[in-house]
């Protein structure tokens, strides 16, 4: 039996977890190097489209997120004054892709692929980085705080402000502040149902999910200065003096939130890079397209990344594979953005009247983009 080749990924979250399980699964011997000290353990929730169900089912796990994910009632997409602009009927969504949008706990998801890896693969608080990307006739080294580490396939999936990106592609400008910053928290359910979906308003958002366990995840987000954070320290308060005013049940829903608020400024790569490789080193998920939140599609291209690069046959194929289409679902997600961004009270006006005429057409349509998406069925995509 021929040896395991070597393989390293950079980076413990969704994306680098789902590349080393696909990596596993065809035969590289894998090594996953997490700077922090344990994998996430408090968090939010996910929304997974059927096009990253169908990666996951690669990854064998598709049946187990279907099962955890809670099920969803009725909902749409609001105003700000809880008029209706468009709903939707998930039911039709689920029979149009053979598969629902599965709402999980992001923590759970993480949990789900490292018990899938083997044992002694994840070595957790090992920062490491790339000090050369290989060549054809040399494998690509990493350096980490117990030394160097050669692999002939090096997958870096370190986020956002990725360093391998930028060693990789110095002249590239990286990522971009959106002019958004973003808020992630988990309520309880109160005793009458909630519709799921999202409420728009000047700027800003709030979009509502059920959690399994009688949780909802909450979200928001509003144009505002990067770096900044609430005055008094409590984002929970924060949340409320920006949308306390807002439709019902968005303000009985801020008021009962009792676990950690998380806010995050939010970043995209606006320029697409000149590839997702050079040398041994492929950059997936975030390092490689950060894009905006507003599609709900940043973790899905990222398992789907790592089902096509461990089923590509060179990291060109990787590229050519992969960068049409997430390049296509960031501007489609950044067209969406500049949506919401919109302030001016008649320019709002006309925006809600759009999205209620958008509404009427038959959402598998607009969905169709990002959801019609199946893996290889080969191994040299």
Same mark, same amino acid.
């Given at each position: ?26 035969? +590289? ?231 950690? #608020? ?10 697409? /890079? ?40 060179? /990291? ?19 067209? #969406? ?35 019609? +998406? ?8």
């Amino acid at each position: 039996m021929a040896a395991r080749r070597p393989a390293a990924v950079i980076g413990a979250g969704i994306g680098g977890l789902s590349a080393a399980l696909a990596l596993h699964q065809h035969g +590289w011997e894998v090594t996953v190097f997490e700077r922090a000290a344990a994998l996430e353990a408090v968090g939010s929730g996910l929304g997974v489209a059927p096009n990253a169900l169908r990666a996951l089912d690669v990854l064998g796990v598709g049946n187990e997120v279907r099962t955890m994910a809670a099920r969803q009632g009725g909902g749409g997409l609001r105003s700000a004054s809880g008029r209706w602009l468009a709903r939707t009927d998930l039911a039709r969504i689920e029979q149009a892709f053979d598969d629902p949008v599965a709402v999980v706990p992001r923590p759970s998801l993480i949990g789900l692929l490292a018990d899938r890896l083997p044992s002694g693969v994840l070595r957790t608080s090992t920062p490491a980085r790339v000090v050369d990307a290989g060549s054809e006739e040399q494998p690509a080294r990493i350096r980490t705080g117990a030394g160097e580490f050669e692999a002939d396939l090096v997958v870096s999936a370190d986020g956002i402000h990725s360093a391998t990106r930028a060693a990789l592609f110095p002249r590239h400008p990286g990522p971009r502040y959106s002019g958004f910053t973003a808020w992630r928290t988990v309520v309880p359910s109160p005793t009458q149902p909630v519709p799921f979906g999202e409420t728009w308003g000047r700027g800003a958002l709030v979009g509502v999910a059920p959690l399994p366990d009688r949780r909802l995840y909450l979200y928001a987000a509003a144009l505002a200065p990067a770096g900044q954070t609430a005055p008094d320290g409590d984002e929970r308060l924060e949340l409320l003096r920006r949308f306390g005013r807002w439709c019902t049940p968005i303000p009985e829903l801020l008021a009962t939130a009792t676990t950690a #608020v998380l806010r995050n400024d939010l970043y995209e790569i606006a320029k697409p /890079l000149p590839a997702y490789h050079a040398g041994r080193v492929a950059l997936l998920g975030d390092a490689a397209h950060a894009m905006t939140p507003f599609l709900g599609q940043g973790a899905c291209q990222a398992v789907e990344d790592a089902v096509v690069l461990a089923r590509a046959r060179d /990291l060109a194929s990787y590229t050519a594979a992969r960068q049409p289409r997430a390049t296509d679902i960031a501007n489609r997600s950044r067209r #969406v953005a500049r949506a919401v961004a919109v302030r001016n009270r008649p320019a709002v006006l006309v925006r809600d009247l759009g999205l209620a005429l958008t509404g009427r057409l038959p959402l598998t349509r607009t969905a169709a983009p990002l959801y019609n +998406w199946s893996p290889p069925s080969t191994d040299n995509a």
